[in-house]
């Protein structure tokens, strides 16, 4: 989960869902479940529909801090086939917690049939000036809502702090029929280890959170291609730091 936060690349997407698949995770079981609440896992409602939280430990089980669950051991596939059998719109995964994530409804569909989820291909996370124009692919842009100043403010204060950043965009990004991303795309400084790269992109989402209640709102990516960071220029994100 944290590679992905840091770069999500095919490979690291592929990975992640692949132990997803094999995992035993924790999920919150209803104490006291009603006659009507056959499911007996804790299905929030989002703005988009149905949310299942599930936790990756128990510690961040216990960070969620809601009454009335109590922590419970479901196999990765189990938890998939619940999720699409009752529609959910997606899973958040450590959602109060570092890492965290979420799985979307496409995703979950795959997952459930034991199947990984296509990921972006280097074309889809490459896209052209005007990404927005070609179906199929992943849409980039500006959001139509911009996030709160205290979240922006946050951000930059997190990026400023880790000095091999060296730019930063704000952009959403859509696939298909999922909820568009609010993304941070992140440019560091070139000739850096990868460790380097993975544990400054670590800080940077870590402190981010520390900093902010709304940060879930964001998800970060390394820009490492030209071609992409061009798009950002271009229109499709805004600048939102520069060293």
Do not use: C
Not at 193 to 199: F, M
Request: zero cysteines; glycine letters at 6%; a negative charge.
């Amino acid at each position: 989960m944290r590679q992905v936060a840091e770069q999500d690349t095919p490979e690291n997407r592929r990975a992640l869902f692949e132990l997803l698949l094999d995992a035993t995770l924790t999920a919150a079981a209803i104490d006291n479940p009603s006659t009507e609440a056959e499911r007996g896992l804790a299905m929030l409602e989002g703005k988009d529909g149905l949310v299942l939280p599930v936790f990756t430990a128990v510690d961040a089980f216990r960070a969620w801090r809601q009454t009335g669950y109590t922590p419970v051991a479901v196999p990765g596939r189990t938890l998939f086939e619940m999720a699409a059998r009752y529609d959910a719109a997606r899973i958040e995964v450590n959602p109060a917690s570092v890492p965290r994530g979420w799985i979307s409804r496409t995703e979950i569909a795959a997952l459930a049939s034991g199947r990984i989820p296509p990921g972006p291909t280097e074309a889809r996370t490459q896209p052209s000036r005007q990404p927005s124009r070609q179906p199929g692919q992943v849409k980039v842009g500006r959001p139509a809502v911009r996030p709160p100043d205290a979240l922006i403010e946050a951000t930059q204060r997190a990026l400023d702090s880790q000095p091999h950043a060296a730019e930063a965009w704000l952009f959403v990004r859509a696939e298909g029929s999922d909820p568009p991303q609010l993304m941070v795309g992140v440019r560091l400084a070139p000739g850096l280890s990868q460790p380097d790269v993975e544990a400054t992109m670590q800080a940077i989402l870590e402190e981010t959170w520390a900093r902010s209640t709304e940060a879930e709102q964001l998800k970060f990516m390394l820009v490492a291609d030209r071609a992409f960071r061009e798009t950002l220029t271009s229109g499709a994100g805004e600048l939102i730091f520069e060293r």
